[in-house]
């Protein structure tokens, strides 16, 4: 063969596999699809994800390269400290073994991260577990160490601290992958259905790892592109639905909505607001009838009049947000539960703060240290603070302590924060069901935006369940 | 640099073209009025917080009918870019809270109107708790929350030296944010080319080089993934370029611009005569004092047919680029390229033969200071050495001595084979 004489090798360039040492008309057909020729080079190239697509190709060609690709190595668990895995969590473990690659669908506290340890701790390889927040990128940190004994590398929050074990956040991994890519042999995607987004998406694509596990309580995404998953992470290897767990491993749910008046000063403002803005709709609807919110943000920067009612939205908001009578509710339930640890989610970081203000209970925002967080998110837990207030923080996976009673009080509409939040309060204790209020401004936007939350399966999961089983 | 928070571009769709928000026309004469006045908001604004800042500045637009959220946003930005804050390091706010928190949670709920089963009134547990720690309940409450980013306390401000100085630099930020979104970009340049060069591959960007026949160098920067999608991955590197080129002379860029998924392309386009001004200082025309003196020694004119240029020639093979200090050119054709090698270390040196040895082919003539170290035993045959100064009469010697082939076949032109995308070669195999 002609190119059996030449030197051929394949490395990792910036998320990329380049493989030199071939002319152009040399190439193995089947490598076509994975990767174009760069001329700037000139060599091959292909997306870093390919790797052992590529390998494979290469061997099958009879092809010998000088493989440079991968960096990780075998790993040896200093200490491995795991809870026994009940069926349905080793059921996911074989399923996933079987693969390699694949997500796993699994409820909010039926132990998905138990399973990826497990799954780690079998596969003895450089691991990086990449995270949606900071906050869950130090719990996996934490989990890590007490599970496997093995002080993880940090990268994420202004510290950048590689190790063979590494937790990071989507939003560094988009960033550093390029340069970690072929550092890690497994990658661990928790929350996976964040990946496909436009940018994330790189993370998957500029990694070498052969094998990759994805989690996820909720996969779909509204723009539909959980079907990427597959291909950037692997198939759907265990599906665990919800019915299957609630009532064993979750508690039982109710929701209780909760409608407030604005007072007579807010709701007068609040009016000549909605008329700013609707005067403004009208008009411009009267030009153009397609004419939506989208197209107000983007005249904002080219006429007034758009700015005004951008602005006059936003007050509006506000007032919702912030009403008066909110506050005075969250201190009727606060006497209706005292002595059980409760849960406050907000709308606004402001409301946050001012919620913590007016009761002195301790609030998680983004200003909060790694120190102050795990403070009161144990204070929570022995007691020793009878409320947590947040706003976005927690939505997601945030280990916490058992609470059995949340409010919401204002929030974004979107399907997945409500099955998160309500996964917050999803906690096995006892026989009592959790509770959930919702604090929702009567005759406004609120209202709408929590039916949009109730339509989501969460709740409706919530209403039959109520019939099925009586309460205790 | 601004976040994308506050980049503020137009977009012509019709026209095809990308067009950042710029304070340059006529009508925006005003705004070094106002530019005025923000700065004299944060050179009096010691203690204040950002909040309150901000605040101030959005006020100074109140009244304007034509000024965008955004471009007040930008503002904020580059005002903050250049100020100080107290930080809150040693968590005074974090003890604070905490102390309160725990004080009060004995006391939980604090209710407004207490009764005979919720006795803690919100006022009275506020004010025995301000009394424990010995301060105002109003004090308290200001620094529960200081180390939050809105209510951090300006220290200094190293502002702006003029209004026009800050509304240039906002010129400047806006066509740097609209690049976020870049994909591709492609540079015309002459003098400057090895400059620009030299920055695109410190902000970690691929070239394509083209010598072009009005002697002028295209190159089309981008980054590993491009060829095999559309991807703004590489725009902030682009926009991190940005000042560099700006800084430079005699230069035009386009760039191919996606400013949401699946839109249409739209172009920015840019030159040095567009009047931005970058902040970073001007390029020296020398790297080094050793060559500036060599060229004044010299001369302009020819000596014995060989007239000396300055960097007029790249080689350049793939990714890899050799951009030699100057070039002499005889009256015959020849063409003898030259690096001065000044102080070096072995691992510096050992660097700069690897890059030679990729363009063995080309008539490089190497000129390396006398150092303790002893040089490399596989230095090429036409090297020289210097002591402190390299003389003329030492490189002429060579010049003549050495038999140096015809460089012609060996120039830098276009590929000519078809205009494509290839990068052309500069030395032939």
């Given at each position: 063969?002609?190119?059996?004489?030449?030197?051929?090798?394949?490395?990792?360039?910036?998320?990329?596999?380049?493989?030199?040492?071939?002319?152009?008309?040399?190439?193995?057909?089947?490598?076509?699809?994975?990767?174009?020729?760069?001329?700037?080079?000139?060599?091959?190239?292909?997306?870093?994800?390919?790797?052992?697509?590529?390998?494979?190709?290469?061997?099958?060609?009879?092809?010998?390269?000088?493989?440079?690709?991968?960096?990780?190595?075998?790993?040896?668990?200093?200490?491995?400290?795991?809870?026994?895995?009940?069926?349905?969590?080793?059921?996911?473990?074989?399923?996933?073994?079987?693969?390699?690659?694949?997500?796993?669908?699994?409820?909010?506290?039926?132990?998905?991260?138990?399973?990826?340890?497990?799954?780690?701790?079998?596969?003895?390889?450089?691991?990086?577990?990449?995270?949606?927040?900071?906050?869950?990128?130090?719990?996996?940190?934490?989990?890590?160490?007490?599970?496997?004994?093995?002080?993880?590398?940090?990268?994420?929050?202004?510290?950048?601290?590689?190790?063979?074990?590494?937790?990071?956040?989507?939003?560094?991994?988009?960033?550093?992958?390029?340069?970690?890519?072929?550092?890690?042999?497994?990658?661990?995607?928790?929350?996976?259905?964040?990946?496909?987004?436009?940018?994330?998406?790189?993370?998957?694509?500029?990694?070498?790892?052969?094998?990759?596990?994805?989690?996820?309580?909720?996969?779909?995404?509204?723009?539909?592109?959980?079907?990427?998953?597959?291909?950037?992470?692997?198939?759907?290897?265990?599906?665990?639905?919800?019915?299957?767990?609630?009532?064993?491993?979750?508690?039982?749910?109710?929701?209780?909505?909760?409608?407030?008046?604005?007072?007579?000063?807010?709701?007068?403002?609040?009016?000549?607001?909605?008329?700013?803005?609707?005067?403004?709709?009208?008009?411009?609807?009267?030009?153009?009838?397609?004419?939506?919110?989208?197209?107000?943000?983007?005249?904002?920067?080219?006429?007034?009049?758009?700015?005004?009612?951008?602005?006059?939205?936003?007050?509006?908001?506000?007032?919702?947000?912030?009403?008066?009578?909110?506050?005075?509710?969250?201190?009727?339930?606060?006497?209706?539960?005292?002595?059980?640890?409760?849960?406050?989610?907000?709308?606004?970081?402001?409301?946050?703060?001012?919620?913590?203000?007016?009761?002195?209970?301790?609030?998680?925002?983004?200003?909060?240290?790694?120190?102050?967080?795990?403070?009161?998110?144990?204070?929570?837990?022995?007691?020793?603070?009878?409320?947590?207030?947040?706003?976005?923080?927690?939505?997601?996976?945030?280990?916490?302590?058992?609470?059995?009673?949340?409010?919401?009080?204002?929030?974004?509409?979107?399907?997945?924060?409500?099955?998160?939040?309500?996964?917050?309060?999803?906690?096995?204790?006892?026989?009592?069901?959790?509770?959930?209020?919702?604090?929702?401004?009567?005759?406004?936007?609120?209202?709408?935006?929590?039916?949009?939350?109730?339509?989501?399966?969460?709740?409706?999961?919530?209403?039959?369940?109520?019939?099925?089983?009586?309460?205790? | 640099?601004?976040?994308?928070?506050?980049?503020?571009?137009?977009?012509?769709?019709?026209?095809?073209?990308?067009?950042?928000?710029?304070?340059?026309?006529?009508?925006?004469?005003?705004?070094?009025?106002?530019?005025?006045?923000?700065?004299?908001?944060?050179?009096?604004?010691?203690?204040?917080?950002?909040?309150?800042?901000?605040?101030?500045?959005?006020?100074?637009?109140?009244?304007?009918?034509?000024?965008?959220?955004?471009?007040?946003?930008?503002?904020?930005?580059?005002?903050?870019?250049?100020?100080?804050?107290?930080?809150?390091?040693?968590?005074?706010?974090?003890?604070?809270?905490?102390?309160?928190?725990?004080?009060?949670?004995?006391?939980?709920?604090?209710?407004?109107?207490?009764?005979?089963?919720?006795?803690?009134?919100?006022?009275?547990?506020?004010?025995?708790?301000?009394?424990?720690?010995?301060?105002?309940?109003?004090?308290?409450?200001?620094?529960?929350?200081?180390?939050?980013?809105?209510?951090?306390?300006?220290?200094?401000?190293?502002?702006?030296?003029?209004?026009?100085?800050?509304?240039?630099?906002?010129?400047?930020?806006?066509?740097?944010?609209?690049?976020?979104?870049?994909?591709?970009?492609?540079?015309?340049?002459?003098?400057?080319?090895?400059?620009?060069?030299?920055?695109?591959?410190?902000?970690?960007?691929?070239?394509?080089?083209?010598?072009?026949?009005?002697?002028?160098?295209?190159?089309?920067?981008?980054?590993?993934?491009?060829?095999?999608?559309?991807?703004?991955?590489?725009?902030?590197?682009?926009?991190?370029?940005?000042?560099?080129?700006?800084?430079?002379?005699?230069?035009?860029?386009?760039?191919?611009?996606?400013?949401?998924?699946?839109?249409?392309?739209?172009?920015?386009?840019?030159?040095?005569?567009?009047?931005?001004?970058?902040?970073?200082?001007?390029?020296?025309?020398?790297?080094?004092?050793?060559?500036?003196?060599?060229?004044?020694?010299?001369?302009?004119?020819?000596?014995?047919?060989?007239?000396?240029?300055?960097?007029?020639?790249?080689?350049?093979?793939?990714?890899?680029?050799?951009?030699?200090?100057?070039?002499?050119?005889?009256?015959?054709?020849?063409?003898?390229?030259?690096?001065?090698?000044?102080?070096?270390?072995?691992?510096?040196?050992?660097?700069?033969?690897?890059?030679?040895?990729?363009?063995?082919?080309?008539?490089?003539?190497?000129?390396?200071?006398?150092?303790?170290?002893?040089?490399p035993s596989d230095l090429p045959p036409n090297t020289l050495f210097y002591k402190t100064a390299l003389r003329w009469q030492d490189v002429?010697?060579?010049?003549?001595?050495?038999?140096?082939?015809?460089?012609?076949?060996?120039?830098?032109?276009?590929?000519?084979?078809?205009?494509?995308?290839?990068?052309?070669?500069?030395?032939?195999?």
């Amino acid at each position: 063969m002609r190119h059996s004489a030449k030197r051929v090798s394949l490395s990792f360039s910036r998320g990329t596999l380049v493989l030199e040492g071939l002319a152009r008309r040399e190439l193995p057909a089947a490598l076509e699809p994975l990767g174009i020729w760069d001329a700037r080079l000139p060599a091959w190239r292909g997306d870093a994800m390919h790797y052992d697509q590529v390998v494979q190709i290469a061997e099958q060609a009879g092809l010998p390269i000088e493989d440079g690709v991968p960096e990780w190595q075998t790993i040896h668990w200093p200490q491995v400290q795991l809870h026994t895995l009940r069926e349905e969590q080793q059921q996911a473990v074989r399923n996933w073994t079987s693969q390699g690659k694949g997500y796993l669908v699994m409820p909010t506290g039926t132990g998905k991260t138990e399973v990826a340890l497990t799954i780690m701790a079998q596969r003895m390889l450089s691991t990086l577990v990449v995270a949606p927040v900071r906050d869950l990128m130090y719990q996996w940190h934490r989990r890590i160490l007490t599970g496997l004994g093995y002080d993880a590398g940090v990268i994420g929050d202004n510290v950048y601290r590689v190790c063979p074990i590494s937790v990071t956040t989507y939003d560094s991994a988009y960033l550093h992958m390029d340069r970690l890519g072929n550092r890690f042999g497994l990658v661990v995607f928790d929350e996976c259905h964040h990946l496909p987004g436009q940018q994330r998406r790189d993370a998957a694509r500029m990694s070498a790892a052969p094998y990759r596990l994805g989690l996820t309580a909720t996969p779909e995404r509204s723009d539909n592109r959980h079907v990427d998953l597959t291909w950037l992470i692997g198939p759907l290897v265990y599906d665990l639905p919800l019915a299957d767990v609630t009532g064993r491993s979750l508690a039982r749910y109710e929701v209780v909505r909760i409608p407030v008046y604005l007072s007579d000063a807010e709701q007068a403002r609040y009016n000549q607001l909605s008329d700013v803005v609707r005067r403004y709709m009208h008009a411009r609807r009267r030009e153009n009838p397609k004419y939506c919110w989208q197209d107000v943000c983007a005249d904002t920067a080219r006429t007034p009049e758009a700015r005004a009612a951008l602005k006059a939205y936003r007050a509006r908001q506000a007032i919702e947000d912030r009403a008066r009578e909110k506050l005075r509710v969250l201190e009727d339930l606060f006497r209706l539960h005292q002595g059980e640890p409760c849960l406050v989610f907000t709308g606004s970081n402001a409301m946050a703060r001012e919620v913590s203000r007016r009761f002195l209970v301790p609030c998680l925002l983004s200003h909060c240290g790694k120190k102050e967080r795990r403070e009161v998110l144990e204070g929570l837990g022995t007691g020793r603070y009878p409320v947590l207030v947040a706003n976005q923080v927690l939505d997601e996976g945030v280990d916490l302590p058992e609470v059995k009673v949340a409010v919401v009080i204002g929030g974004s509409s979107s399907t997945r924060q409500a099955k998160q939040r309500l996964g917050r309060i999803l906690r096995r204790s006892g026989n009592l069901p959790a509770r959930l209020y919702e604090i929702v401004c009567a005759d406004t936007k609120d209202v709408q935006r929590s039916r949009r939350r109730r339509s989501s399966d969460a709740y409706t999961g919530a209403k039959t369940l109520r019939k099925e089983a009586p309460r205790c | 640099m601004l976040t994308r928070a506050e980049m503020l571009v137009y977009y012509d769709f019709a026209g095809g073209r990308v067009l950042p928000d710029r304070l340059t026309q006529p009508t925006h004469g005003h705004y070094r009025h106002y530019a005025a006045r923000m700065l004299e908001i944060y050179h009096g604004g010691a203690g204040r917080t950002r909040q309150e800042l901000h605040r101030a500045v959005a006020a100074v637009f109140a009244a304007e009918t034509d000024c965008p959220q955004r471009r007040i946003a930008a503002f904020m930005k580059l005002l903050d870019d250049v100020s100080t804050y107290e930080r809150d390091r040693r968590g005074r706010a974090v003890r604070l809270r905490q102390q309160v928190f725990r004080l009060a949670a004995r006391h939980h709920p604090l209710v407004r109107h207490p009764d005979r089963l919720f006795e803690s009134s919100e006022a009275t547990i506020k004010a025995r708790i301000a009394s424990r720690l010995g301060r105002s309940w109003h004090e308290i409450d200001r620094d529960l929350f200081a180390d939050v980013i809105e209510f951090h306390r300006l220290l200094r401000f190293d502002g702006y030296a003029s209004p026009a100085a800050l509304l240039s630099r906002y010129n400047v930020a806006q066509v740097q944010a609209s690049l976020y979104d870049a994909s591709r970009m492609t540079i015309w340049a002459r003098d400057d080319f090895k400059t620009i060069l030299r920055y695109a591959k410190l902000a970690r960007l691929m070239h394509t080089i083209t010598r072009l026949e009005d002697g002028r160098y295209r190159i089309r920067l981008d980054g590993p993934t491009s060829i095999m999608r559309q991807t703004r991955r590489y725009g902030v590197n682009m926009a991190r370029f940005l000042p560099a080129l700006i800084a430079c002379r005699d230069w035009q860029m386009h760039a191919l611009l996606q400013p949401r998924l699946g839109s249409r392309l739209l172009a920015l386009e840019l030159s040095s005569g567009d009047g931005l001004t970058s902040h970073l200082p001007p390029q020296d025309a020398f790297d080094s004092q050793v060559e500036q003196a060599f060229a004044q020694r010299w001369g302009d004119a020819p000596r014995e047919g060989w007239t000396l240029m300055r960097e007029d020639e790249i080689l350049h093979r793939g990714q890899k680029t050799f951009l030699p200090d100057f070039v002499f050119q005889h009256e015959d054709g020849r063409r003898v390229l030259m690096e001065i090698v000044g102080f070096w270390t072995p691992e510096y040196l050992a660097a700069k033969l690897q890059t030679l040895r990729e363009f063995a082919d080309s008539p490089i003539l190497l000129a390396v200071a006398a150092s303790i170290a002893a040089p490399p035993s596989d230095l090429p045959p036409n090297t020289l050495f210097y002591k402190t100064a390299l003389r003329w009469q030492d490189v002429l010697e060579r010049l003549k001595e050495q038999p140096w082939s015809d460089g012609s076949d060996k120039s830098d032109g276009s590929d000519g084979s078809d205009g494509s995308d290839q990068p052309a070669h500069s030395t032939g195999r």
